[in-house]
């Protein structure tokens, strides 16, 4: 089974939807050093679904901003480049999950772990001073994006698993390494890889189980980071993840990210309470 597991993911992954033109867009304007917020916005305007949904994301109480944001060059100005580019990621990433017919897996509450990891490993990331929290959110956002793959292209296989992992109550990685398939942590790197996305969202996806086995060091805190929120998130909503054992804190990402265990309770607290202020992002249609 798992060899024919191998080769349809190998055949299908290539065909799986990635980012529109736009986002695309996005991403590389983004990224540029010398990027003006009217280049940002102008992009973003080439597509009038995805700038109403971000500007709603703009307004939501997460950021606590103020005042209203009215237009897509207020929203560049006052969030800044990558808050922006994450916001259509985080669109792209709903599409993603929603848009593919039926499916054997609850999929809100998937994308509700998405979120709360993604609002976890920010966090993290504010509390340990990393300067670019906004990496760390989008990582978090795209760690489980492997487990979207299996539920296009292998959907049995998946609520299989799924079902095993509830039934033993264990977590889906235990389950993938017993029955032999490709783990989704490795697919999600792969379609990452495909999409020719940054390196930092390849390794997180790739090593947020298994943080002591990232062989690229220059990752080694991002990876950690985001290891510790998935690691909230599923304290916060157990099952959401499609994982039902105990989730296990790596000592290796504590020690990495010098993190007291008084310090990751705060932690906890802090992201509950942000999480409350980011249900704006739980339904973007």
């Known amino acids: 089974m798992a060899l024919k597991i191998i080769d349809k993911i190998l055949e299908g992954i290539d065909k799986l939807p990635s980012p529109n033109i736009v986002v695309q867009r996005i991403v590389a304007v983004c990224s540029k050093p010398d990027a003006s917020s009217s280049e940002v916005a102008s992009t973003l305007m080439m597509d009038a679904s995805l700038s109403a949904r971000v500007l709603k994301l703009a307004n939501s109480a997460y950021y606590g901003i103020p005042r209203k944001i009215t237009t897509l060059s207020e929203a560049v100005m006052i969030l800044g ?54 990496e760390i959110f989008i990582a978090g956002l795209l760690h489980d994006i492997g487990k979207v793959v299996y539920d296009f292209l292998l959907s049995d296989v998946l609520e299989m698993e799924v079902k095993i992992a509830q039934k033993l109550k264990k977590n889906l990685i235990e389950v993938e390494e017993e029955l032999e398939v490709p783990p989704h942590t490795e697919v999600g790197a792969k379609l990452l890889k495909n999409w020719n996305f940054p390196d930092l969202l390849v390794f ?32 916060m909503m157990k099952g959401a993840s499609l994982s039902w054992g105990d989730p296990v804190l790596s000592p290796f990402a504590l020690n990495t990210l010098r993190l007291k265990p008084r310090v990751v309770l705060r932690v906890f607290e802090r992201t509950r309470e942000k999480y409350e202020k980011a249900k704006e992002f739980l339904s973007l249609d």
Not at 86 to 98: E, G, K, R
């Open 204 to 235: 997180t996806a790739d090593y947020h189980h298994r943080v002591e086995a990232n062989p690229n060091e220059l990752f080694i805190n991002q990876v950690s980071m985001v290891h510790v929120g998935d690691v909230l998130a599923n304290l």
């Open 81 to 134: 480049f990558k808050t922006v580019r994450n916001l259509a990621l985080s669109v792209f990433t709903y599409d993603m999950i929603f848009k593919n017919g039926s499916s054997s897996i609850d999929r809100e509450k998937l994308w509700a772990h998405f979120i709360a990891t993604a609002v976890a490993s920010e966090t993290i990331a504010e509390t340990v001073g990393y300067p670019l929290k906004e």
